[in-house]
């Protein structure tokens, strides 16, 4: 956690002073050697050419946002307009500009990376898997920020910060007055700073309305991938969802919850098993919430008829009915689709299971009737999106359901990576988080971000197959937070804030340089 509040910091000072290409080679090995051990586990798909391809070009890809997050924080420093071809020391060009336009250019570079994390999120269906302010998940009194900024305000904070402290060690070394000269330099982030913990601390503190709860089963299978997708297993999966279901169901919850892909087409396809699922919930008089394949038709230009798949979410209510389904709306490249497949259908044969899965199109709120409740669902690294969360929540949402199979990278870092990026969807919007995953992490997060039923009664073994009994509070009002409500107002003006500097720094350049003239 301590060492996001240091290390962009320290990348800018090996940037400063130094030519373009050589500001953002800096910044890409610095942005490749930390996606390329972050997200090791891509390497643990039971997949070894996918996984190694798939490791490869993601971190390279991403790599290039803090590239050039690095050359365009460098470019615009005060003074450094010269250095186009050769470098200068980092004494020369920090004694060129005063005190407030050093200040002015540190909050520019806290600025530029929410513009960048903001580009993470966006740009090609987005990936904003750990970003940087999730590396502040259990900083609780900081992190309510997130329910006025986004995560992306965090992430400002943070680098602000830390080029502040950059800056600041470096003034302080080369002056006669040292600590002032330290103090100086960090006094504006560090205030900020305090006024967001305590703003986050009486958040924490505020009194919480009272409503009714929800009880919920959770049930985490913990199935290998590769059995996920041995049609010979089929049966043996099934077998031991109903063995924790039905232990899970002597405890009386209101509502049954299985993970994605929990059952991948046995419900669309097979009637022996609605009826098995039918008779469960009828039997224990249970809601049930599961995730599996839908298919619908199509038809073609020629008249034919397309067979369409979905990853998808199903509400089934006591009586056996299936009232409700989500498509998933966000679909993760070259696993669950592969890019571009309409106008070079051939490039589907690439994956193995063919085409891949259509893009669901709307958003499909699950209503409970008796007990009450609305809930808002997301299938899968979907809960990693800020923006795409935030259109599923409003005034009458009780809670939000993720529904996710991490198995895919066995028992890795993937599980908590992906909570602790979810974790900020509940402040955001300021409503509880459930999420029920294949082995890990199956918990339930409250609307300030605190992590609850983590571990299994029994054992700290987040990866293990049970159940998880949890009670999420229903039916009390809750005002929409400032992030429901008026979404990214925060990382757009930083983009803009950033091409319009970088614009001014070119224009600026070329004035200066006899050359352009």
């Known amino acids: 956690m301590w060492l996001a509040w240091l290390s962009p910091g320290l990348v800018l000072l090996l940037g400063l002073g130094q030519p373009g290409k050589t500001a953002f080679r800096v910044g890409f090995f610095a942005g490749l050697g930390f996606y390329l051990t972050?997200?090791?586990?891509?390497?643990?798909?039971?997949?070894?050419?996918?996984?190694?391809?798939?490791?490869?070009?993601?971190?390279?890809y991403l790599a290039l946002f803090p590239a050039t997050w690095c050359w365009v924080c460098c470019r615009c420093f005060p003074g450094s307009a010269t250095v186009l071809t050769a470098p200068v020391t980092l004494r020369n060009l920090l004694a060129v500009p005063d005190w407030p336009r050093r200040?002015?250019?540190?909050?520019?570079?806290?600025?530029?990376?929410?513009?960048?994390?903001?580009g993470i999120s966006h740009v090609l269906t987005g990936f904003p898997w750990n970003l940087l302010g999730a590396s502040q998940q259990k900083f609780l009194p900081l992190i309510q920020i997130a329910s006025v900024t986004g995560v992306y305000g965090i992430a400002f904070l943070v680098v602000w910060t830390s080029a502040a402290l950059a800056i600041g060690v470096f003034v302080a070394i080369n002056s006669s007055r040292r600590l002032a000269a330290f103090a100086r330099e960090i006094f504006p982030p560090v205030l900020v700073v305090v006024g967001v913990i305590i703003f986050g601390c009486a958040r924490l503190s505020a009194p919480q309305s009272s409503g009714t709860t929800l009880k919920l089963a959770l049930i985490q299978p913990s199935i290998p991938q590769p059995i996920i997708w041995d049609p010979n297993e089929k049966t043996n999966r099934f077998n031991k969802l109903l063995a924790l279901s039905e232990a899970a169901l002597a405890n009386k919850p209101d509502l049954l919850v299985w993970p994605e892909a929990a059952l991948p087409d046995l419900v669309s396809r097979s009637r022996a098993t609605q009826e098995i699922v039918t008779d469960l919930v009828r039997r224990h008089n249970v809601w049930m919430i599961f995730g599996g394949e839908d298919f619908g038709q199509k038809k073609t230009a020629d008249?034919?008829?397309?067979?369409?798949?979905?990853?998808?979410?199903?509400?089934?209510?006591?009586?056996?009915?299936?009232?409700?389904?989500y498509h998933k709306r966000r679909l993760v490249v070259f696993t669950e689709y592969m890019p571009a497949v309409r106008w070079l259908p051939f490039l589907k044969w690439l994956r193995e299971s063919g085409g891949g899965f259509e893009t669901g199109t709307r958003l499909v709120p699950f209503r409970l009737d008796s007990p009450r409740a609305k809930i808002a669902m997301s299938i899968c690294f979907e809960d990693v999106f800020p923006h795409l969360t935030r259109e599923s929540v409003d005034a009458d949402t009780d809670f939000l359901l993720n529904l996710t199979n991490d198995g895919w990278c066995g028992e890795s870092a993937t599980q908590r990576q992906h909570a602790n990026a979810a974790i900020f969807r509940a402040i955001e919007n300021g409503v509880p988080l459930v999420r029920c995953t294949n082995n890990g992490?199956?918990?339930?997060?409250?609307?300030?971000?605190?992590?609850?039923?983590?571990?299994?009664?029994?054992?700290?073994?987040?990866y293990q197959p049970g159940f998880k009994l949890v009670e999420i509070p229903t039916g009390g009002k809750h005002t929409p937070t400032l992030y429901n409500r008026f979404g990214d107002w925060f990382g757009w003006p930083c983009v803009a804030l950033t091409l319009g500097s970088l614009a001014f720094s070119i224009c600026r350049s070329k004035r200066s340089d006899p050359t352009s003239r």
């Open 38 to 60: 972050s997200l090791y586990w891509l390497l643990l798909i039971p997949m070894p050419l996918h996984a190694i391809a798939a490791w490869m070009s993601l971190c390279v």
């Open 103 to 118: 200040a002015a250019w540190t909050f520019f570079c806290g600025a530029a990376w929410a513009a960048m994390e903001m």
């Open 303 to 325: 008249g034919s008829l397309e067979t369409h798949r979905f990853n998808t979410a199903f509400l089934v209510n006591p009586a056996g009915d299936l009232v409700s389904r």
């Open 441 to 462: 992490m199956t918990c339930w997060v409250d609307a300030f971000g605190r992590m609850l039923a983590v571990y299994f009664p029994d054992s700290r073994n987040i």
